[in-house]
C-alpha cells in the first residue's frame, strides 16, 4: 500500500514543515501576548497525530515507521527546546512552560526533560501507536479480502 519513495519523502517534508511552523505560530503567538487559551489551537501534537495516522497506513516496514516517528518528533522537539530556553535564559514565561505543560517543575528540568523525551521515548511512543495502527489496518484488510477454495 506504500506510495512511491518520492512521494514518502515529500509527505515527510510537509509533516515536518506543517510541524515547524505550527510551532513557530505558537511561539510567536505566546511572547506577542496572545492568552494561552487562544495559542493553543496552534497546535503541533495534532499535526504529529495526523502524520502518526499517514505514515502508520503507508509505510510497508517496522524500520520506516519507526524512522517516520523519529523525523515526525525532530521538529517538535526543536522548536519545544528553543522555546524553553528563550523562557529559561529570558525568564519570560510562555506557553510552552505554562503550568498546564510543566507539571510544575522548574523550567531547567522541563527542558531537559524534552531534550532527553525527544530523542528517546516519546518518538518511541509514536512508533508504537503507528505499530498498532498499522496491525488494525493489516487486520482489518485480511478480514475483507475473500478467501478463495474449496
Not at 531547567?108 to 496491525?135: A, C, D, R
Request: hydrophobic residues 50%; glycine residues 8%.
Amino acid at each position: 500500500m506504500a506510495g512511491p519513495p518520492l512521494l514518502q519523502r515529500a509527505a515527510m517534508k510537509g509533516f515536518i514543515a506543517a510541524i515547524f511552523v505550527l510551532g513557530v505560530i505558537r511561539f510567536v503567538l505566546t511572547v506577542t501576548g496572545v492568552p494561552d487559551s487562544i495559542v493553543k489551537f496552534s497546535s503541533m501534537t495534532v499535526a504529529i497525530a495526523v502524520g502518526t495516522i499517514y505514515f502508520a497506513l503507508t509505510t510497508d516496514t517496522h524500520k520506516e515507521r519507526l524512522r517516520a516517528s523519529y523525523l515526525l518528533l525532530i521538529p517538535y522537539m526543536i522548536i519545544e527546546v528553543a522555546a524553553l530556553g528563550y523562557s529559561w535564559v529570558s525568564g519570560n514565561q510562555n506557553i510552552f512552560h505554562s503550568h498546564d505543560y510543566s507539571f510544575g517543575m522548574p523550567i531547567s528540568y522541563h527542558t531537559i526533560g524534552h531534550l532527553v523525551g525527544g530523542l528517546t521515548w516519546e518518538p518511541l511512543v509514536v512508533f508504537l501507536l503507528m505499530e498498532i495502527i498499522w496491525v488494525i489496518a493489516h487486520l482489518s484488510r485480511r478480514e475483507r479480502v475473500p478467501r478463495s477454495g474449496g
